[in-house]
């Protein structure tokens, strides 16, 4: 059994102490650090009374995709974010779930993989154009005809001789993210397989050429956004290495054999994965590109569980991470087209904010608002986003609670995130606009918890315990 956390509230609080040697102004500071606090344990209370939660190290590497480069099928396009086939099995069989299983943001399709494995039809909905698309090819049916093509194709591939035309790409970014022949490289491999008839094929083909991108690239996805890999930290400070100097240091002499190897590498997994049949039944999932809080409009199927991991409240921007391969995939042709899908995703950060206005309204979550110092964040759209996300999260969930069969479940990961030293419980805050709407609270399980900034964690000594991680079980 887990352990129940008896003593979440009031760890570390007595904590806090002022000395006689700090100066006026320090003093001052601290005792509004410590007002702010306390008033935050007494909201954090208010939220949990009547709720348990149990801390539970069993699925502590299961809420992230450590492992997922060596997961079978998970390996066929790199995320950082989402969780384990295994973390959905695990309720798929303690909920007893035989009905259709649903993912609103199905990313690179793990809750529907897991549903796959367990011979449960599901349905899913994403806003981005590359996570349909990964995970239409990875929950595929693949006939012994395909595996042929699949095996042709990587055999032609690895045949295929260096461009002798130059290629173009909208993306205006592109030379400065990748080296000028690994650039024409990726681009002769993209143009040959837009030539591919069968659609299946040329799909996963195409899967595992975007998957390489990041890997034969100058960029590399870290914290919220990408950085270029020839800014080297130092203790002085970071300096930008020259990037011609970089590229000759990192790349191979041949950059269009280096490119290929990597396609043709990426290919062989993909294909010893199909050949062993992981994943491979016959309840093929539906996928629809789309927003979660309009999935309603897409289907009408009941709903016996639902399971995902929504953008968490800490201003990650999804797409940005995910720029480079939009843009180089064609996915998006100018700005305006990046800026139009950012708008359709959920609220979660400030580029998401496409002003439509607050509907609901939670006095707990207002009460923490307007303990943020406002002058402390790096964006005055912080507080925007934070009533945006829940305003959707309330969206979401209610419509949820419409389509879900009575007793059927919603699991939930998710982390809590901190501004300016205020914590935003984001599972409490969650359970209480479900139980508003008439859900059930089932389980709150503490998988884990989080790390924030060194500065961040000093004035949050008190309240470390708020800042985690969770999977929320509720029923209706």
């Known amino acids: 059994m887990p352990e129940v956390l008896h003593n979440i509230h009031c760890d570390g609080f007595e904590a806090i102490s002022l000395t ?94 897991a549903a796959r494995n367990n011979n449960i039809n599901s349905l899913g909905v994403d806003v981005n154009p590359i996570s349909v698309l990964v995970a ?118 041949d950059k269009f054999v280096f490119v290929k190897f990597k396609l043709y590498n990426q290919l062989e997994a993909i294909f010893y994965d199909v050949v062993n049949s992981y994943g491979n039944c016959e309840k093929r999932p539906k996928i629809y590109q789309g927003s979660c809080l309009e999935f309603n409009r897409l289907f009408s199927d009941e709903i016996e569980l639902t399971f995902f991991s929504p953008p968490y409240c800490n201003c990650f921007d999804y797409f940005e991470i995910h720029k480079v391969e939009l843009w180089l995939g064609d996915f998006i042709k100018d700005k305006e087209d990046f800026r139009k899908l950012r708008n359709t995703g959920f609220r979660s950060n400030t580029n998401s904010l496409n002003y439509k206005p607050i509907v609901y309204k939670n006095k707990n979550l207002e009460s923490l608002i307007s303990l943020i110092d406002t002058e402390r964040l790096w964006s005055k759209k912080i507080p925007s986003v934070i009533r945006g996300y829940f305003d959707d999260t309330n969206t979401l969930l209610n419509k949820l609670y419409d389509q879900t069969v009575h007793g059927g479940h919603v699991g939930i990961v998710v982390g809590n995130s901190a501004y300016s030293g205020v914590i935003i419980p984001t599972d409490t805050l969650i359970v209480e606009i479900a139980q508003q709407i008439g859900f059930k609270v089932k389980n709150i399980f503490v998988t884990r918890h989080l790390t924030t900034s060194s500065q961040q964690k000093k004035k949050l000594s008190s309240l470390k315990n708020y800042l985690r991680e969770s999977v929320i079980i509720i029923e209706k």
Not at 90 to 101: E, P, Q, R, T
Not at 166 to 172: I, V
Not at 174 to 202: G, M, P
């Open 20 to 113: 006689a040697k700090s100066s006026k102004n320090l003093s001052l500071f601290k005792s509004e650090d410590s007002n702010r606090q306390a008033e935050q344990l007494r909201i954090f209370r208010k939220l949990e009374k009547k709720l348990l939660l149990f801390n539970t190290s069993s699925f502590e590497n299961q809420v992230h995709f450590q492992f997922a480069y060596q997961t079978p099928v998970q390996r066929w396009f790199p995320y950082r974010e989402g969780y384990s086939v295994e973390l959905v099995n695990s309720f798929i069989k303690s909920l007893k779930i035989s009905g259709n299983i649903f993912d609103p943001f199905s990313g690179s399709g793990t809750t529907l993989l």
């Open 136 to 253: 239409r090819v990875e929950n595929e049916k693949y006939s012994t005809f395909n595996i042929n093509n699949i095996r042709s194709q990587i055999e032609t591939i690895k045949a295929l001789e260096r461009p002798k035309q130059e290629y173009q790409t909208t993306f205006n970014l592109a030379n400065k993210v990748f080296n000028a022949d690994i650039l024409q490289s990726l681009l002769h491999f993209k143009n040959y397989i837009k030539s591919i008839e069968d659609k299946k094929i040329r799909d996963l083909v195409f899967v595992a050429w975007l998957s390489i991108i990041e890997e034969v690239s100058n960029i590399k996805k870290e914290g919220n956004g990408i950085k270029y890999k020839n800014r080297k930290r130092t203790p002085s400070g970071y300096i930008n290495i020259d990037k011609e100097v970089w590229e000759n240091q990192n790349f191979p002499e």
